[in-house]
């Protein structure tokens, strides 16, 4: 009986919760100091918010990239739950639970978000497209990444809306959305919710990359990914070689096709992409993206 009225005053608490995140009011996890919230529809454009609040804490981030910071933050207070926002749509979702959590157990009981799930969302109400659905890593290699920052680079040339990443190069496991000024929004783990955190350069952390919000098929433009990438004269290994990508590169992409079969970074494909500025073919596996690229015309 006690167990039952424990769980039934904490459903009491965060169905307020979340009433009081509807209503607008900021909420911070347990012993954070309070919230301020900037009046009326925020601040303007480039602005930078009261430090400390969930909001956009630095100028110079796009439009999407601000509006990306502003929906993440209309969801504080709201319960991370393993697996939550991955639905049909982009939006808060009843989670699972994760076997090697035993703080998930009443994950299926809370409507809310995974990191992933919350950056999900955030993006998609930024643009009106689900341009980010998936996991933290294929959200870290999405075709929609503009640019990258190392780890060691730290917070310095990040922008409001960067997205924050945890694990290996190929093993993501935990993604978040910066604010600025050391500063950040994540669904972090159960039994907790969403939450102003500042950002934890050590451990794992792997670096950070910036969303753009047009679609690269439309202009045919890519990135790489990894380092001392190279490209050749025809699209096989064997070949000669062309070029050297040294890190991720923005590059344009003409065509694509099916050729000789490449096994690296775990991972295998078929398919080439032709760079004309290069005149040099590269194997898909080093474009970030689907192993057949979206929006780009196979070559004849």
Same mark, same amino acid.
């Given at each position: 009986?006690?167990?039952?009225?424990?769980?039934?005053?904490?459903?009491?608490?965060?169905?307020?919760?979340?009433?009081?995140?509807?209503?607008?009011?900021?909420?911070?996890?347990?012993?954070?100091?309070?919230?301020?919230?900037?009046?009326?529809?925020?601040?303007?454009?480039?602005?930078?918010?009261?430090?400390?609040?969930?909001?956009?804490?630095?100028?110079?981030?796009?439009?999407?990239?601000?509006?990306?910071?502003?929906?993440?933050?209309?969801?504080?207070?709201?319960?991370?739950?393993?697996?939550?926002?991955?639905?049909?749509?982009?939006?808060?979702?009843?989670?699972?639970?994760?076997?090697?959590?035993?703080?998930? $157990?009443?994950?299926?009981?809370?409507?809310?978000?995974?990191?992933?799930?919350?950056?999900?969302?955030?993006?998609?109400?930024?643009?009106? $497209?689900?341009?980010?659905?998936?996991?933290?890593?294929?959200?870290?290699?999405?075709?929609?990444?503009?640019?990258?920052?190392?780890?060691?680079?730290?917070?310095?040339?990040?922008?409001?809306?960067?997205?924050?990443?945890?694990?290996?190069?190929?093993?993501?496991?935990?993604?978040?959305?910066?604010?600025?000024?050391?500063?950040?929004?994540?669904?972090?783990?159960?039994?907790?919710?969403?939450?102003?955190?500042?950002?934890?350069?050590?451990?794992?952390?792997?670096?950070?990359?910036?969303?753009?919000?047009?679609?690269?098929?439309?202009?045919?433009?890519?990135?790489?990914?990894?380092?001392?990438?190279?490209?050749?004269?025809?699209?096989?290994?064997?070949?000669?070689?062309?070029?050297?990508?040294?890190?991720?590169?923005?590059?344009?992409?003409?065509?694509?096709?099916?050729?000789?079969?490449?096994?690296?970074?775990?991972?295998?494909?078929?398919?080439?992409?032709?760079?004309?500025?290069? $005149?040099?073919?590269?194997?898909?596996?080093?474009?970030?993206?689907?192993?057949?690229?979206?929006?780009?015309?196979?070559?004849?």
């Amino acid at each position: 009986m006690r167990t039952i009225l424990y769980e039934a005053r904490r459903s009491v608490a965060a169905v307020a919760l979340l009433a009081l995140c509807a209503a607008g009011v900021a909420v911070q996890p347990a012993g954070a100091a309070p919230a301020r919230r900037a009046e009326g529809a925020g601040p303007a454009a480039g602005t930078a918010a009261a430090e400390g609040s969930c909001d956009v804490l630095a100028p110079g981030a796009s439009a999407a990239a601000q509006a990306a910071v502003r929906a993440a933050c209309s969801q504080i207070g709201v319960w991370y739950t393993w697996g939550g926002g991955h639905g049909p749509q982009p939006g808060p979702t009843y989670g699972q639970v994760d076997p090697t959590d035993p703080a998930s $157990q009443h994950d299926p009981e809370r409507r809310g978000f995974d990191c992933s799930g919350l950056v999900r969302y955030a993006y998609a109400q930024a643009t009106g $497209q689900d341009i980010l659905a998936g996991t933290s890593n294929a959200q870290y290699h999405s075709s929609r990444v503009t640019a990258r920052f190392g780890a060691s680079q730290g917070t310095g040339p990040l922008l409001p809306g960067d997205l924050l990443a945890w694990g290996g190069d190929n093993s993501i496991h935990h993604i978040a959305v910066y604010l600025g000024a050391g500063k950040m929004v994540e669904a972090r783990q159960s039994g907790t919710h969403v939450m102003v955190s500042d950002v934890r350069l050590g451990g794992d952390y792997n670096g950070a990359v910036r969303i753009g919000a047009a679609d690269p098929g439309q202009g045919g433009t890519f990135s790489t990914w990894g380092t001392d990438v190279w490209t050749h004269s025809e699209p096989s290994t064997t070949s000669g070689r062309v070029h050297k990508f040294d890190g991720p590169t923005r590059v344009r992409i003409s065509c694509q096709k099916h050729a000789q079969p490449v096994d690296a970074e775990g991972y295998h494909n078929d398919a080439w992409s032709y760079l004309p500025e290069y $005149q040099a073919w590269i194997t898909n596996i080093y474009i970030q993206g689907p192993a057949w690229l979206d929006g780009v015309p196979t070559c004849p």
